[in-house]
């Protein structure tokens, strides 16, 4: 047991999916997994572990930002042995030819700040996703034919920003979407030797101001955690 995780040791696979949402855990690990059975409830933040395929895996919630993940990610690592950790979330589209349902595979992910960006003082880190796990991903996107996109993102300290002028430059950027997690994941999977990746799901578009009707929402997800799961083990 860790400060914020309940799971005894061992309970935790090596592989460790990440929605935002707490309740989406739940529903992946009940639609994609056999034998789930519940490892976490600290403070709600579920987390459920059972077999994919025969293949060990969790499915964690972060909560929402990367202050929240980072608690998660930092001791799924350290106290648990995560190995491959992939976050599978929704994001804002921001270019547009980016539609919601398309999916977007994090190649990087641009911050202001994070968590993380004290250590790094002068230095602009550049969080970067697993190129393994990336590869595999895109391949399994293609084979389901998933509408894909694979660049870079912004991981944003805010939901509700005030800063129209930061969007604009990322989308001047050619940055695809917009969340508030894969960031700090990639920075803290690089300091500890881990795989990471965000295969995240249009769920809103900054532009257009459409958004993802509620009963659409679970088809669209599940192509995400598919994916999530071929390209966490395309190798075994
Ligand atoms: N902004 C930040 N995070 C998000 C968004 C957004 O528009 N949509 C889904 N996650």
Same mark, same amino acid.
């Given at each position: 047991m860790t400060?914020?995780?309940g799971a005894r040791p061992g309970d935790i696979a090596e592989t460790v999916l990440m929605p935002g949402d707490p309740y989406r855990a739940k529903w992946a690990a009940e639609t994609f997994l056999t034998?789930? #059975?519940?490892v976490n409830d600290v403070r709600g933040m579920l987390g459920f572990t059972g077999f994919w395929k025969s293949q060990r895996v969790t499915i964690q919630g972060s909560g929402m930002g990367m202050p929240s993940l980072s608690i998660y990610a930092n001791e799924l690592m350290a106290e648990y042995g995560a190995q491959t950790l992939i976050r599978?979330? &929704?994001?804002?589209?921001?270019?547009? @030819?980016?539609?919601? #349902?398309?999916?977007?595979?994090?190649?990087t992910a641009t911050t202001i700040t994070s968590p993380s960006s004290g250590i790094f003082r002068e230095i602009n880190y550049a969080p970067c996703a697993d190129y393994g796990l990336l590869a595999a991903a895109v391949k399994a996107a293609d084979l389901k034919k998933t509408k894909t996109h694979v660049g870079g993102i912004y991981s944003s300290d805010v939901f509700y920003s005030e800063r129209p002028d930061l969007d604009e430059q990322m989308v001047r950027h050619g940055i695809l979407g917009v969340e508030m997690e894969a960031a700090e994941l @990639?920075?803290? $999977?690089? #300091?500890?030797?881990?795989?990471?990746? $965000?295969?995240?799901?249009? &769920?809103?578009?900054?532009?257009?101001?459409?958004?993802?009707p509620s009963e659409d929402r679970e088809?669209?997800?599940?192509?995400?955690?598919e994916i999530a799961l071929e390209a966490a083990f395309s190798g075994d």
């Open positions: 400060v914020h995780i034998d789930a #059975r519940l599978i979330g &929704s994001c804002g589209g921001m270019q547009p @030819y980016v539609n919601i #349902r398309d999916v977007i595979i994090a190649m @990639y920075t803290l $999977a690089a #300091r500890h030797g881990r795989r990471a990746l $965000a295969v995240l799901t249009v &769920s809103d578009h900054l532009q257009t101001g459409e958004a993802l088809k669209t997800f599940g192509d995400m955690v």
